[in-house]
């Protein structure tokens, strides 16, 4: 047992002697998590209030710029099964909220309703992002039984030939007759999921906003317009000229990256990784199916993985000679290494979000 873990197992055991002690201690967690983040603390007091875990990795549709429906290799494709699922959140006892999705159809591992109904009972927040075309009405009433917090669709049209265009393989009918359905549902039973429906634009389907809105407003659902995110290079294929010079088409976010402090995010494998944009197994840490206690994850959050990608954004020289994992060192989301000016780049003010 190393001495940090001791010393967390002296704490813990102080705290569980004295609650009013554990009170002080989780009123303190958040403010703490924010003064690491704002700091760029090398370690982080606590575990994340947040995490990402994906239940699935593949998925039903060939969206054309997911790395998932391009089929990239070098992502070992898997389903995570429950008790690794219930392991990782019992692992955590700091985790309030949980986006349940990360790089394939959530609704494709048959497990999503246990790990749902897991977190209910936790009372833990839960986000799943569905393209609703994997499945009929009979699936669409289990969500409606056993409900994410938030269910966000992703329907890129209010048509069937500007729907495909980016949903591949997707059966716009059948995401139709889920739509009517979920709102029918909600309003009958007064139960469900809070339903967002994100609508990625590009130049072929834009046209379809307006009635994508007010089909929105019909059945109840919430409703965003964001660009369709590209590449540099395929730019042109997907946005006019105007779009392109104009609007945020491409995932670049001007603040000190949250995920290396803020949130945990974990492959259906159960490995750990840096963030939700990780996608080749070598961009992975420890696994997290050989570990048992909370204070064992502490010390992964906190080991040179995460350490070297918190390095990033530090500016000092002693912190330019530290090895980089490869993801964070190539990240082109998050502006990086040295030159970090707070006045340039502020942090995320989205941070309670986070927490
Ligand atoms: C990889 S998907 C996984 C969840 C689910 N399969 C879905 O599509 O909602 C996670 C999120 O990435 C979004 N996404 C996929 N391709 C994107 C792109 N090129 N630009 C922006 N967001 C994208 C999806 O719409 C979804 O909200
Ligand atoms: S539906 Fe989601 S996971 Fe599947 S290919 Fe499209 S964006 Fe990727």
């Not at 004295?18 to 998590?33: G, I, K, S």
């Not at 070992?76 to 392991?87: A, G, I, V």
């Not at 540099?232 to 995932?251: C, I, N, Q, R």
């Not at 603040?255 to 939700?276: E, F, S």
Request: hydrophobic share 35%; glycine share 4%; net charge positive.
């Amino acid at each position: 047992m190393t001495s940090i873990t001791r010393l967390f197992h002296l704490t813990h055991n102080i705290f569980t002697r004295y609650p009013l002690l554990e009170v002080a201690r989780t009123a303190l967690h958040e403010p703490r998590l924010a003064w690491a983040y704002r700091r760029r603390s090398l370690r982080v007091p606590s575990l994340p209030a947040r995490m990402m875990i994906d239940p699935i990795n593949l998925c039903n549709l060939e969206c054309p710029l997911c790395p998932t429906g391009r089929h990239i290799t070098g992502m070992t494709r898997s389903r995570m099964p429950y008790d690794l699922f219930e392991h990782i959140v019992n692992l955590n006892p700091r985790l309030r909220i949980l986006d349940l999705f990360n790089l394939g159809e959530p609704f494709l591992n048959n497990d999503i309703f246990r790990m749902l109904s897991l977190c209910r009972k936790k009372k833990i927040r839960t986000a799943v992002h569905t393209n609703l075309a994997a499945y009929d009405t009979d699936w669409v009433e289990r969500i409606i039984e056993t409900p994410p917090t938030r269910l966000h669709i992703s329907v890129d049209g209010a048509s069937r030939d500007s729907y495909v265009l980016y949903r591949v393989k997707g059966d716009f009918d059948r995401v139709r007759r889920n739509m009517d359905y979920l709102s029918r549902r909600i309003r009958e039973t007064g139960k469900g999921p809070v339903v967002e429906w994100a609508f990625l634009y590009h130049k072929g389907n834009r046209q379809d906003i307006p009635a994508a809105r007010s089909l929105a407003e019909k059945l109840g659902f919430k409703f965003f317009v964001r660009p369709l995110v590209v590449p540099k290079h395929l730019g042109p294929e997907w946005h006019d000229p105007e779009t392109l010079a104009s609007e945020a088409v491409s995932f670049r976010a001007n603040v000190v990256c949250p995920h290396l402090w803020l949130q945990m995010t974990v492959k259906p494998t159960g490995a750990l990784t840096t963030c939700c944009f990780a996608y080749h197994d070598q961009d992975e840490s420890a696994s997290l199916a050989g570990i048992s206690c909370p204070e064992q994850l502490l010390e992964l959050w906190n080991s040179s993985y995460y350490r070297r990608g918190r390095a990033c954004f530090r500016t000092e020289s002693t912190y330019r000679e530290i090895p980089k994992p490869m993801l964070c060192e190539t990240c082109n989301i998050y502006p990086r290494h040295g030159g970090l000016d707070p006045q340039e780049h502020p942090y995320d003010s989205t941070i309670r979000d986070w927490m």
